[in-house]
C-alpha cells in the first residue's frame, strides 16, 4: 500500500505550480480586488464535489478576504429553476436574477462539459460578466473555451483535480490577505 503514496503526490507536485499558473493566479487576484473595488460580487458555481469547493471559496472569499461572494446553492433555488427551465438551465437563469455587469463568475468543473455551467459561462459572456473557469480532463473542454482566465489541470483524476482547484482558489484568497498563515474569527 505504501507504493500508492509516492507517486500520487509526485502527481500533484507536477501539476498544482508552473509560471504560468502563478500568472494566471495573480490576473484572478487582481479581477477579485476589482470586485471589490466595485463593490461587486464573485459568483461561484459547479456540480457536486465542484459546488462544495465553490461554497468554500465564497465563505473564504467574504469572511477572510472581505469580498462579496456567493453561490447558488440553494436547494429550493435549484429545484424551482430546474422545475420551471430545466436542469441545463437553471444556473444561467439564477446568473440573470443574481448577476450584475460587474461581478465576476467563477466556474468549476472537472470534465468542462457539464451543460448547466457551459450555458452558464455562454449567458455571463452574453451579460458581459467575466469568467474564470477552473477544469480538468481534456484541454480543449468547452468550458474552458467559454472562459476569459482559465485553470486547467492536466489529469483525468477527479478527485486530484478538484483538490488542486480547491488549492489554486484559496491561494488567491491567502494572496489577498497577503499571508498563508493567520487567525480567523
Not at 473564504?60 to 478576504?65: L, N, P, V
Not at 461572494?69 to 437553471?90: K, M, P, V, Y
Not at 489554486?168 to 497577503?178: K, N, P, Q
Amino acid at each position: 500500500m505504501t507504493n500508492f503514496y509516492k507517486p500520487y503526490y509526485d502527481k500533484y507536485s507536477k501539476l498544482i505550480f508552473s509560471s504560468e499558473i502563478e500568472s494566471k493566479l495573480g490576473e484572478f487576484q487582481s479581477l477579485a480586488l476589482d470586485v471589490k473595488k466595485n463593490n461587486s460580487q464573485i459568483l461561484l458555481a459547479g456540480n457536486g464535489a465542484s459546488a462544495s469547493i465553490a461554497d468554500h471559496g465564497a465563505v473564504d472569499f467574504t469572511k477572510q478576504a472581505g469580498i462579496k461572494a456567493r453561490t447558488f446553492n440553494q436547494s429550493n433555488l435549484i429545484t424551482c429553476l430546474s422545475n420551471d427551465h430545466g436542469f441545463e438551465n437553471w444556473l444561467l437563469k439564477a446568473l440573470n436574477f443574481y448577476a450584475t455587469h460587474s461581478d465576476l463568475l467563477v466556474l468549476i468543473s472537472v470534465s468542462g462539459e457539464s451543460e448547466n455551467v457551459v450555458l452558464a459561462a455562454q449567458e455571463a459572456k452574453r451579460m458581459d460578466i467575466p469568467v474564470v473557469t477552473f477544469s480538468g480532463r481534456d484541454i480543449n473542454n468547452t468550458l474552458k473555451k467559454n472562459g476569459d482566465l482559465n485553470f486547467w489541470v492536466d489529469s483525468h483524476a477527479y478527485n486530484i483535480v478538484e483538490c488542486i482547484h480547491m488549492i489554486w482558489i484559496t491561494s488567491v484568497i491567502d494572496a489577498i490577505i497577503g499571508k498563508a498563515e493567520y487567525e480567523v474569527s
